[in-house]
């Protein structure tokens, strides 16, 4: 939805905008194309070479390997309070499902269950997570995306598999998600899990629960922050933070037809008013 982020931005030039998820900069590229400032942030130090890259030389854009959580401290250290507009493209982007060696994927049962997104600032990946929690720490991780019932057998599984043999690959998952029941026949059976898992590793709802109101602190009055989520956990946390505040928006049947990333993406765009 990168058209409908920058209408919806309403991007001015030489306005300061934050991209807190900057990704391979899709985003923030049409951001400096129209002439405004940057700062980009982003966790992930491989996919900020890319985007860093993409970027090239330019004195409108900065781009910093950091995590969201601490967007308040970076912001100002970066000359940016007082922003125009804030960006969360939440999760993860299409290059890290692509790449078969992290994890991601169901598409590489070899690949290392890891998942991190940081490998040196995390020290704790995926399969440790399946190796070490207690029964009740692995209901809980995946109750985040699949129901009690189906967080129930699935951890079952996942101990006695532990107790045969560590869980160390994703086909090792694959395996263990055989037969699960999550009710949603159009997705692979081990989708849900690895999103859990993923959410967990990479403590994606705690961050963004603790950066949204300090993103919501940088904005000037009448500023925008608007947040792409992917599932309903995401946009728990706004409603919780802003009930009914602002508008929602769904990505249209061909961006879904070019893009299946979007099939579960809603946009939210909220403008900061300062009651007087
Ligand atoms: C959906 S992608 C963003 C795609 C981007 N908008 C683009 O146009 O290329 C989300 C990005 O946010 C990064 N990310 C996820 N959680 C983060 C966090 N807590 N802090 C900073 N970056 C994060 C991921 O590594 C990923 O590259």
Same mark, same amino acid.
């Given at each position: 939805?990168?058209?409908?982020?920058?209408?919806?931005?309403?991007?001015?030039?030489?306005?300061?905008?934050?991209?807190?998820?900057?990704?391979?900069?899709?985003?923030?590229?049409?951001?400096?194309?129209?002439?405004?400032?940057?700062?980009?942030?982003?966790?992930?130090?491989?996919?900020?070479?890319?985007?860093?890259?993409?970027?090239?030389?330019?004195?409108?854009?900065?781009?910093?390997?950091?995590?969201?959580?601490?967007?308040?401290?970076?912001?100002?250290?970066?000359?940016?309070?007082?922003?125009?507009?804030?960006?969360?493209?939440? /999760?993860?982007?299409? #290059? $890290?499902?692509?790449? @078969?060696?992290?994890?991601?994927?169901?598409?590489?049962?070899?690949? =290392? +269950? &890891?998942?991190?997104?940081?490998?040196?600032?995390?020290?704790?990946?995926?399969?440790?997570?399946?190796?070490?929690?207690?029964?009740?720490?692995?209901?809980?991780?995946?109750?985040?995306?699949?129901?009690?019932?189906?967080?129930?057998?699935?951890?079952?599984r996942v101990i006695?598999?532990?107790?045969?043999?560590?869980?160390?690959?994703?086909?090792?998952?694959?395996?263990?998600?055989?037969?699960?029941?999550? /009710?949603?026949?159009? #997705? $692979?059976?081990?989708? @849900?899990?690895?999103?859990?898992?993923?959410i967990a590793v990479?403590? =994606? +709802? &705690?961050?963004?629960?603790?950066?949204?109101?300090?993103a919501y602190d940088?904005?000037?009055?009448?500023?925008?922050?608007?947040?792409?989520?992917?599932?309903?956990?995401?946009?728990?946390?706004?409603?919780?933070?802003?009930?009914?505040?602002?508008?929602?928006?769904?990505?249209?049947?061909?961006?879904?037809?070019?893009?299946?990333?979007?099939?579960?993406?809603?946009?939210?765009?909220?403008?900061?008013?300062?009651?007087?």
């Open positions: 939805m990168t058209r409908e982020v920058i209408e919806k931005l309403h991007l001015k030039k030489a306005h300061k905008y934050i991209d807190a998820t900057v990704g391979t900069a899709g985003h923030t590229l049409s951001i400096v194309e129209a002439g405004a400032e940057v700062l980009g942030i982003e966790a992930d130090p491989e996919m900020l070479a890319i985007a860093k890259k993409r970027v090239g030389k330019s004195k409108n854009c900065k781009l910093v390997n950091g995590n969201f959580i601490d967007i308040d401290i970076i912001a100002k250290e970066n000359g940016f309070t007082q922003v125009s507009g804030i960006l969360f493209d939440l /999760g993860v982007s299409n #290059l $890290h499902l692509k790449d @078969l060696s992290r994890g991601f994927s169901f598409e590489n049962p070899e690949a =290392e +269950l &890891d998942m991190r997104l940081n490998k040196e600032a995390q020290g704790v990946k995926a399969s440790d997570l399946l190796n070490l929690l207690r029964r009740d720490q692995l209901i809980e991780l995946f109750t985040q995306t699949l129901d009690l019932s189906a967080a129930r057998w699935l951890s079952s006695s598999e532990r107790e045969e043999k560590k869980i160390e690959t994703v086909g090792d998952l694959l395996e263990i998600c055989k037969g699960l029941k999550t /009710g949603k026949k159009k #997705l $692979h059976e081990a989708t @849900l899990p690895l999103l859990a898992l993923r990479n403590s =994606e +709802l &705690d961050n963004f629960k603790k950066a949204l109101p300090k940088l904005l000037e009055e009448g500023g925008k922050l608007i947040v792409l989520t992917f599932h309903s956990k995401e946009e728990e946390i706004i409603n919780e933070f802003f009930g009914k505040k602002g508008e929602t928006l769904t990505p249209s049947d061909e961006e879904i037809g070019r893009n299946q990333r979007a099939r579960s993406a809603k946009m939210r765009v909220i403008e900061k008013r300062v009651n007087k």
